[in-house]
């Protein structure tokens, strides 16, 4: 958790808790990310990640349904990316199989960012075998 949040100070991006229609949320235009209150340190960790994936990749709000979901898909591996390694994922798997909460408890992220980093290992299956 450290580690993303010296990533959102080195971007100028302040992390504000608040509660909101859902876990989390990027403004690029007042430059702040917000968590809700309460959340588990796991579910923090996943949402921050995936909020500064936004940041990262550029996304502003839109209306348009499909853009939406591309950008939230795209933050979702962005944050996998980050907060699962090849290695950690191939150990998880073998110490607790296919079944995606018992992955996500182990790996300590979302269910949403282990299914993302499985997206990930179809695009790609090298990184998995190599692990």
Known sequence: MQQLLRLADQLELRVVERAGRTRGGFDPVAGTIR????????????????????AQLGHHPTAL????????????????RRLI?????????????????????????????VAAFQRLLRQDPGPRAAA
């Open 85 to 113: 390694t090849p290695a950690a994922y191939a150990e998880a798997e073998a110490a607790r199989g296919t079944h995606l909460a018992s992955l996500a408890f182990e790996l300590d992220v979302t269910i949403e960012l």
């Open 65 to 80: 349904a499909s853009a939406r979901a591309r950008q939230e898909r795209r933050a979702d591996e962005w944050a996998a």
């Open 35 to 54: 968590l809700a209150p309460g959340m588990s340190r796991r579910t923090a960790r996943s949402v921050l990640a995936h909020e500064l994936g936004h």
